[in-house]
């Protein structure tokens, strides 16, 4: 994360920003239905997806033996 930039997005935005950590300090992120979650209209939002995995001991491990950019 560039700081500086971040910076500069926080302060040309600081309500925004305010609304967006208030929500993830004070909201039960784990009791959160799927979906979006507006905060103030859709400048503000949490979008909540659920994705599932795979078995790791049911998978192979990626393995690049050729490379392209060499």
């Known amino acids: 994360m560039n700081k500086k930039e971040f910076a500069i997005q926080y302060n040309k935005n600081k ?3 305010d ?13 959160l ?3 979006t979650h507006e905060l103030d209209s859709m400048n503000v939002f949490a979008r ?6 795979k078995n790791p001991e049911k998978v192979l491990f990626e393995v690049h033996r ?3 950019d060499n």
């Open 15 to 17: 309500d925004r920003w």
């Open 19 to 31: 609304k967006a950590f208030n929500f993830l300090k004070h909201e039960d992120l784990s009791a």
């Open 33 to 35: 239905r799927v979906g």
């Open 48 to 53: 909540v997806t659920e994705n599932f995995t």
């Open 66 to 68: 050729n490379y392209s």
